[in-house]
């Protein structure tokens, strides 16, 4: 697996993804139909609870490869290009499994993008994060600042190729952790490991509503969340969970 542009390693319910292409892990096609192989199949093994995604060297992801833009000239090569550019962000997103960003450097333009896609952010202290591509004469990535960060440091962001550092976005709340480069992948792990000590099947729910409800109004998000509750009320691992709790012992799951 260490030749692989994006190396799986599955341990203890754990999926570790790395970006492996160096000196900078930009993302060209290759790299981009990796990931989206890499996270299809992540949502379907059933010895996989949960997944971190990380980056390989002293960079997270420098955005995409400028060597592989599609040839304008070239009928339909964007539209090819631009929906593979989409699923490498919508892979993650639509994952069955929470999915942790632990992002060890750099993360600029599609590396914010890939870390936006995510569900919960840890960060090293050498990271920075930005969105360039309006200095190289482009604009794209709004959608994926937007879900990030409020309407003035997204447009600052946006229009400048402003570079913010990981201590900023702890300080303003936007990732969970700001570590040293050691103790990242420890402390993402460690938020793994709880992650994967609970119910599977409640799990993949919570995850799908956690996606679903960011899309509807209060109203009816609330009633979809009591329609997954019912429905994992009537599941082993929850007769299980209120048996554990009876008995003040740890559950254990088996997905059903």
Do not use: W
């Not at 341990?11 to 292409?21: F, Q, Y």
């Not at 499994?97 to 890939?114: E, Q, R």
């Not at 998000?221 to 012992?249: C, G, H, P, V």
Request: aromatic share 6%; net charge neutral.
């Amino acid at each position: 697996m260490s030749g692989d542009i994006v190396t799986l390693e599955v341990s203890d319910n754990i999926a570790l993804v790395t970006l492996n292409r160096p000196p900078v892990n930009a993302l060209d096609r290759a790299m981009r139909d990796r990931i989206v192989a890499v996270f299809d199949e992540i949502s379907e093994r059933q010895d996989v609870r949960v997944a971190i995604l990380t980056g390989a060297g002293k960079v997270f992801c420098s955005g995409a490869d400028l060597k592989d833009r599609p040839d304008p000239t070239k009928v339909g090569a964007f539209h090819s290009h631009n929906r593979i550019t989409r699923e490498t962000g919508n892979c993650i997103r639509e994952c069955s499994k929470p999915v942790i960003a632990a992002i060890n450097g750099v993360a600029l333009g599609a590396g914010v993008g890939l870390m936006a896609s995510c569900d919960i952010f840890y960060a090293c202290e050498e990271a920075v994060f930005g969105m360039p591509e309006i200095n190289v004469g482009l604009a794209g990535g709004a959608a994926m600042l937007n879900t990030l960060f409020g309407r003035s440091l997204m447009r600052r962001m946006f229009f400048t190729g402003y570079r913010v550092p990981a201590a900023e976005l702890y300080r303003l709340g936007i990732i969970e952790a700001c570590t040293t480069k050691e103790n990242l992948l420890p402390e993402a792990m460690k938020l793994a490991r709880e992650i994967a000590s609970k119910s599977p099947i409640a799990m993949e729910y919570a995850k799908n509503a956690a996606n679903m409800v960011e899309l509807m109004p209060p109203r009816d998000a609330y009633r979809f969340e009591q329609n997954i509750t019912m429905a994992l009320s009537k599941t082993e691992d929850a007769k299980e969970a209120r048996m554990a709790f009876l008995e003040k012992r740890a559950p254990v799951f088996k997905g059903r």
